[in-house]
């Protein structure tokens, strides 16, 4: 008889006795014997079925000891032989995602050991060089500390004095940005549960992004009905457009429409309703959207600049995208002309004609700013200057 020896005192097996066991069985060698010493009721019957069923075996103790044990314990090596086919899921650090992570790592976290076995979960979205942005894991930490709350986050209660006028070019406004992030949330959303969850970061990122959008929602609907019952116009145009991008199933596909094109025109809009809002609400329920859209562009840029530089035939893909939805969009209006009209008046700031001209040439501008801010971010997916202006210009009217 060796000296391994294990006293549970009164702890019984039906009350965690198995960890102090498994604790004392680890570290020796398969045929070791350890005397189990107890005082729980019935704990040498309990042994003998805990051992069958975890792969070792009782032996009777020595007759004639002055303290006998209840059992010998000989170490099986069942134990060792269960996690002999096991694989890390890569491992457990954000800069380590390996490139095609395997189905059957599917549901465990990035970095567990995985006994084999088990189901192989189908994510189709399971391409590092697709999905994947070294940002990614700054990006979610800094996107989840810079959440807000809709409801003091924004001056509701301030006292607004707006012509009743001004008021229904806000509410026209509002009724289009609620349109427009109701797209907005439903195409991440859409991709969220084909990402393999390998790439954590990603998804993490995504969902604090429909997050962002369901608060855009919200705080822009909100406004709408401050002073009134009643939202304005939605175009069928403009639905066209939207329905455009929401039908896009190719993930980079629908995140250069979106985030590079879309939301980044969008951050020139929320920023110019910013600048023109007629009160302190409209102002703020601008500027904490722009800060989200800030970030929405920033991911769409980065993954697809990473992903040009191993997808030599990327930007073909993404010039066929705007191209087809730009004949997909030929025969429709494109933005609602309310909405354009009402942008109109918010710059205008007043009805005299030079007023109206005034805010005529700021949406102007409005349009010219947008157009420079594709263009750059395109060049900086690697489009030369004459394409990325072309590309630019086949953009949706709509905007997003
Ligand atoms: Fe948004
Ligand atoms: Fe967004």
Redesign the pocket.
């Known amino acids: 008889m060796t000296g391994w020896r294990l006293d549970l005192g009164d702890l019984g097996l039906d009350r965690g006795a198995h960890l102090l066991l498994r604790r004392a069985l680890a570290p020796l060698p398969p045929g070791a014997r350890l005397a189990v010493h107890g005082r729980a009721p019935a704990l040498a019957l309990h042994l003998g079925a805990w051992c069958r069923a975890e792969g070792h075996r009782t032996e009777s103790p020595e007759s004639g000891l002055p303290t006998p044990p209840v059992a010998v314990v000989v170490r099986g090596d069942r134990d060792d032989s269960r996690w002999l086919g096991a694989v890390r899921a890569g491992a457990g650090t954000p800069g380590s995602v390996v490139a095609h992570p395997p189905a059957r790592w599917g549901l465990a976290p990035r970095g567990a050991l995985i006994e084999a076995g088990g189901p192989e979960p189908h994510f189709d979205l399971d391409d590092r060089d697709l999905l994947w942005a070294d940002v990614a894991p700054r990006l979610y930490a800094y996107a989840a500390a810079r959440q807000w709350d809709p409801a003091t986050a924004v001056p509701w209660h301030d006292p607004i004095e707006v012509p009743a006028e001004v008021e229904a070019a806000v509410v026209q406004v509002m009724t289009y940005l609620v349109e427009n ?1 109701q797209a ?1 949330l439903i195409v991440p959303a859409r991709f969220l549960g084909r990402i393999h969850p390998h790439f954590r970061e990603v998804i993490q990122l995504l969902a604090v ?1 429909v997050a ?2 369901a608060r ?1 929602m919200e705080i822009f609907n909100r406004r709408a009905l401050l002073r009134g019952t009643e939202l304005g116009t939605s175009s069928a145009g403009g639905r066209a457009s939207l329905f455009a991008l929401v039908q896009e199933s190719d993930f980079s596909l629908a995140s250069f429409l ?2 590079v094109l879309g ?1 980044g025109s ?1 951050v020139n809009l929320l920023s110019f309703i910013e600048r023109y809002a007629p009160d302190p609400i409209t102002r703020k329920v601008a500027w904490l959207a722009m800060q ?2 800030r970030r ?1 562009v920033l991911f769409g840029v980065a993954h697809l600049a990473q992903q040009a530089t191993v997808e030599p035939r990327l930007r073909d893909r993404l010039r066929g995208a705007v191209e087809r939805r730009y004949d997909a969009l030929r025969d429709t209006a494109g933005l609602n002309a309310d909405v354009f009209d009402a942008l109109v008046v918010l710059a205008a700031g007043g009805w005299d004609s030079d007023q109206i001209a005034l805010g005529h040439d700021r949406v102007r501008q409005l349009e010219r700013d947008m157009d420079d801010g594709r263009r750059r971010r395109l060049e900086r997916l690697g489009f030369p200057a004459d394409e990325a202006e072309t590309l630019s210009a086949l953009h949706t009217r709509n905007f997003m």
Do not use: I, P, R, W
Request: hydrophobic residues 25%; without cysteine; negative net charge.
């Open positions: 992030e907005a992004q962002d959008e855009h979106l985030s939301e969008f989200d859209e929405h």
